[in-house]
């Protein structure tokens, strides 16, 4: 007789040893708590024993002992501080664009609430260590069993049932499945960190070069309005020339045409320094708008130290977030190669359940005063609780394969790593050198503009003298143009080299300082989260402004 449907007068003598006798202390139930303790106390023991899978180790990049051009004159390899590298530059405009940038831009909100993702991930795996399933389950049901049952002779055809139980799962980590894969997910969790500094690395570059960049099309738009009005200074003469009739009209037109094609190069830049401020606008987390006042109007670009720090190679492997976010993806990884491994052995498990379980007899509906009311006494305590075990041996090979998979992932992650390392290396010679020649480029290209200019000078003398023709003053005109616009450029193309240079070597993020987690995320992030669910007032407290 199944004891989910007797009548609870009507016990066998297998209900009644589970349950005991009223009042008794003996009975296997009463021994429950301690045989719980005895196998948690077990379990316990037995998931410090044995940890599958390769023990990570963090792998050796070559790098070189010292920069290409550490002997030129204005690099050394000093260890640099390079966590407010923008202040070499002394423009109070620069320093207070990337606080800003900092403060406001979007992509590094999105870095800092990635972080939070990965912690919460992460706690989702260190609960895994705990029992897996812990359920509270009830239920009362009325039963009508049909006159036509061949069984309804035998029992009540009208009974109520009642039972409340708590049932328990808890998944063994006798192998180390769960010790890997919070392994792997404290890996996960500081790539996102480097992920964050690698985009405070990148977003500090951002604004500094688009900074330059303005500053370079504003004093190229200066030069270019400059050009104009000596090229309608040449205008004039020839006009004057022509009307006297010492010159043919050609000459008039030529000048014509050569202060349309430099009236035609403003527009152009003006084009693009407006695309650059929209940009820098983007950066600070702003939308497109009229950039004055945090410019304070047109300004000098800014102008490079004549020495830098730039320390050694090797340091790159500590201060690159990229590189820090590859290794770390790799120990991630290589933990995954563990918790696949443990799938090919047999998963050890505590199941049980406790509760109480009741039935009566009824002509009437359910109710409480049907019988049921004892639902709780002692007498309808009921319980067991057991090993388990499940070893999943016909898989048609798909655990070996899983496992291969796993460790080809690695294997790729690992050879990524050492490719990051190679790009940073590659990166950070190039803007040395693009930084070292840029300034041997100005240099000529500064002595050029001062032939030009004075060319320009000495062909208007001659030409309006009647000692050359207009060929020669035109041709000096148009290299002028050419010479000082270059010049402009390459003296911006100093500064966006030395902002890719620090770039390079990873600096800016430094200024974080130690956070704790809810730091990465700004208040009005904070704020909305804590609307939408209240489980994130805990993780995320109220500042006091906010309280």
């Keep these: 007789m199944s004891p989910m449907i007797a009548r609870k007068n009507r016990l066998t003598s297998a209900d009644r040893d589970l349950r005991g006798p009223r009042g008794s202390t003996g009975g296997p139930n009463r021994r429950l708590p301690t045989c719980l303790i005895g196998l948690i106390a077990l379990a316990s023991f037995v998931t410090s024993c044995t940890t599958l899978g ?86 009362a049901t009325r039963v009508e069993i049909s006159d036509n049952d061949p069984g309804s002779k035998l029992v009540d055809r009208h009974f109520n049932s009642a039972e409340a139980t708590f049932d328990l799962a808890w998944e063994i980590d006798f192998w180390g499945r769960f010790r890997r894969a919070i392994e792997s997910a404290e890996a996960q969790f500081d790539a996102s960190v480097a992920d964050y500094d690698d985009v405070m690395v990148a977003l500090a570059s951002e604004v500094a070069r688009a900074y330059v960049l303005i500053r370079t099309f504003e004093e190229r738009l200066a030069l270019a309005e400059q050009n104009v009005v000596t090229q309608e200074r040449a205008l004039r003469i020839a006009d004057v020339k022509f009307r006297n009739g010492a010159v043919t009209e050609l000459d008039v037109q030529q000048a014509r045409a050569i202060l349309a094609n430099t009236e035609a190069l403003i527009p152009v830049l003006e084009t693009g320094l407006r695309q650059v401020k929209n940009a820098l606008a983007v950066l600070l987390g702003l939308t497109p708008r ?45 933990a995954q190669i563990g918790v696949s491994i443990t799938d090919l052995y047999p998963r050890f498990s505590l199941v049980g359940s406790v509760g109480f379980r009741t039935s009566d007899s009824s002509e009437t509906s359910f109710t409480m005063d049907s019988g049921l009311s004892d639902l709780f006494d002692s007498d309808s305590a009921t319980g067991f609780l057991g090993p388990f075990f499940s070893w999943n041996i016909f898989n048609y090979g798909r655990i070996k394969n899983n496992i291969r998979v796993q460790d080809a992932r690695f294997q790729q992650l690992l050879i990524n790593y050492q490719n990051t390392v190679l ?50 003053v035109l041709n000096t005109l148009t290299f002028l143009v050419e010479q000082q616009d270059k ?19 990873g600096g800016g993020w430094q200024v974080r300082g130690e956070r704790k987690i809810e730091d990465y995320v700004p208040e009005e992030d904070k704020q909305q989260l804590r609307a939408r669910t209240k489980y994130w007032r805990k993780v995320l407290p109220a500042s006091a402004e906010t309280q």
């Design 487 to 505: 010049f402009t450029a390459t003296t911006g193309d100093i500064a966006t080299n030395l902002v890719a240079m620090y770039k390079a070597l």
């Design 290 to 334: 009229d950039m004055s006042d945090l410019l304070q109007g047109p300004a000098p670009i800014p102008v490079a130290p004549f020495e830098v720090s730039t320390g050694v190679p090797a340091e790159l492997l500590r201060r690159r977030p990229d590189v820090r976010r590859a290794e770390r993806f790799l120990a991630a990884q290589s």
């Design 423 to 472: 790009t940073a290396l590659a990166e950070t010679e190039n803007a040395i050198v693009a930084y070292l020649r840029s300034h041997e480029q100005a240099k000529f290209l500064g002595e050029s503009v001062k032939a030009a200019q004075r060319s320009v000078q000495l062909s208007l003398i001659q030409y309006r003298e009647g000692t050359t023709d207009f060929d020669r």
């Design 54 to 139: 390769p023990d990570y180790k963090k792998p050796e990049a070559e790098v070189s002992q010292q920069w290409i051009d550490i002997d030129a004159p204005r690099v050394n390899s000093v260890p640099a501080d390079l966590a407010d590298w923008w202040a070499v530059f002394n423009d109070p405009v620069l320093n207070s664009l990337v606080e800003m940038a900092y403060t406001q831009n979007l992509t590094l909100r999105i870095a800092g609430l990635r972080i939070l993702e990965a912690r919460a991930n992460l706690g989702i795996a260190v609960g895994s260590k705990y029992p897996q399933v812990q359920q509270i389950n009830g239920n």
